[in-house]
């Protein structure tokens, strides 16, 4: 299993930037996925989740604002982030949950057996 994350960048607050996340290593549609985030200092934040038949899911601090997609037949994840605010700086992840059923529990890290190394996301101005 591979999970390569990319897009991260230096963005002013109110802007857009997508990530994206591809992957290998196994089928990806058949899998639920998620992103999370670590800001400095503080500890590892889920913040949205894709289940394999494309019911998202997303954490209070960025719904409205965040979308996450996916592209089976490139075997990429995706997360459109608009409007973003200087509290959305971290590290951004990507994570493939194990093969179990986690309906409801899509948001608990412990759930996910595989990681990305993570892009940077800075919002500064």
């Known amino acids: 299993v591979q999970l390569v994350e990319s897009g991260g960048a230096l963005v002013q607050p109110g802007g857009s930037l997508k990530l994206s996340c591809a992957a290998s290593?196994?089928?990806?549609?058949?899998?639920?996925m998620s992103w999370a985030r670590q800001a400095p200092g503080k500890g590892l934040e889920w913040v949205s989740g894709?289940?394999?038949?494309?019911?998202?899911v997303y954490a209070n601090s960025v719904k409205g604002r965040f979308t996450i997609s996916r592209d089976n037949s490139k075997n990429t994840l995706y997360l459109q982030m608009d409007s973003l605010k200087p509290e959305d700086t971290a590290v951004y992840y990507c994570?493939?949950?194990?093969?179990?059923?986690?309906?409801?529990?899509?948001?608990?890290?412990?759930?996910?057996?595989?990681w990305g190394q993570g892009t940077q996301v800075t919002v500064s101005s």
């Open positions: 994570a493939l949950a194990g093969p179990r059923n986690i309906v409801g529990l899509i948001s608990q890290l412990s759930n996910y057996d595989y």
């Open positions: 894709i289940y394999r038949g494309g019911t998202t």
């Open positions: 290593g196994f089928t990806f549609s058949s899998t639920t």
